[in-house]
């Protein structure tokens, strides 16, 4: 077949900011391969290694990772490799079935398909993990995290995912919705936190366990590219000196902002550190009024997927925006990144919150 470029997006872990790419569409790569540099620029680290068959039949091992991106306004997080610097980026064939399109090399477009030609494309593993869902059924949470851990297949530890579409219109200012949860049983990775701040604000967050603290000589290292570090916080005082990076720091996700409590008072340090180590995820919904959020590995005991999910959707249900009308909840689904998604029944999922909730 032909191939052609499209636009994409490739996110930040937490989903916070994307970086928009053009990609070659070759259905003859399995994974989509964008350059480690840049990937690594936006927050991601490899995962482990795959070997992988090239086209004259010889074998290479590369690098791979998790990697959220967004085509046509919807979000998928899909298996990447990290590829070689200043190599063009390439839209596999995997990730063209996470969103159901097809290529249409004649008019150099995207198309979308239906669910089952596409699904009859998988490979064993995943019908294997497909033939244990009931497509009409809707699941209790406690049966649908059974099922994602038991139809995950992929030789790296898959992230679980909650999905839900909203009856909110994010045009209105009244009906955005967006927060940050710690989750009880965190997201199976320690987070790297660096606090600006200086004098005795600095000498409680080096106490509290940051990784990085410091003020302009941290300033100074990231506007020279450094940008080791996963989560930053920063003392109130420090947002004189901190604003200047927003160019570099806001496409990745990473500037700080009382929106997303990551603009922290002295005394507050300690716990909001420990939080952030722990792995805290912020929620909010896209231009299509989706929301996406991580909520922990196939390697979690199910009592811990079903407790970080407990209390994601507990945050959700208290967040609902003042301008939200009729249902707030339309559906839910949990997957992993290579398994089938997992419906979930809507009324008990929204149960687990004990709040009252549409």
């Known amino acids: 077949m032909g191939t052609f470029s499209v636009s994409i997006a ?6 916070g900011s994307f970086r928009e ?3 070659l569409v070759d259905t003859g790569s399995t994974f989509t391969w964008v350059p480690g540099d840049i990937l690594r620029e936006l927050g991601h680290e490899p995962l482990g290694s795959e070997r992988f068959e090239t086209a004259d039949g010889g074998t290479v091992e590369r690098e791979v990772g998790e990697v959220p991106m967004r085509l046509d306004d919807r979000v998928r997080t899909t298996p990447c490799v990290f590829g070689e610097e200043g190599t063009q980026p390439v839209l596999g064939a995997v990730t063209l079935e996470q969103f159901l399109l097809a290529p249409d090399p004649v008019h150099g477009t995207l198309v979308a398909v239906t669910g089952l030609a596409m699904m009859a494309r998988r490979g064993k593993n995943y019908r294997s993990a497909l033939e244990r869902i009931e497509p009409d059924r809707a699941y209790e949470p406690r049966e649908a995290v059974k099922l994602v851990k038991e ?7 898959e992230t679980v995912e909650l999905h839900l579409r909203t009856g909110l219109d994010t045009r209105h200012a009244d009906q955005q919705l967006r ?3 710690t989750l009880p049983h965190g997201l199976g990775k320690s987070q790297r936190v660096l606090v600006f701040a200086e004098g005795e604000p600095a000498r409680i967050a080096e106490q509290a366990g940051a990784d990085y603290v410091g003020s302009d000589d941290l300033v100074k290292k990231i506007e020279e590219g450094w940008l080791e570090f996963d989560i930053a916080l920063a003392v109130r005082e420090m947002m004189g000196k901190v604003g200047k990076l927003g160019r570099v720091l806001g496409p990745r996700g990473l500037m700080p902002n009382p929106r997303t409590n990551t603009v922290v008072e002295p005394d507050d340090l300690p716990k ?3 939080e952030s180590k722990q792995g805290r995820v912020e929620f909010r919904t896209d231009r299509t009024s989706l929301v996406h959020v991580p909520i922990g590995k196939v390697s979690f005991e199910e009592d811990a997927l079903l407790e970080n999910l407990t209390a994601l959707v507990g945050a959700i249900v208290r967040g609902r925006p003042a301008g939200a009308k009729g249902q707030f909840i339309r559906s839910a689904t949990l997957v992993s990144t290579m398994g089938p998604g997992i419906k979930l029944d809507v009324q008990p999922t929204l149960s687990l919150s004990g709040e009252d909730s549409v």
């Open 272 to 274: 909001v550190i420990q």
């Open 151 to 157: 139809g995950a297949f992929a030789k790296f530890d």
């Open 179 to 181: 927060g940050t949860i």
């Open 21 to 23: 790419l053009e990609a």
């Open 10 to 15: 490739v996110g930040t872990p937490d989903r």
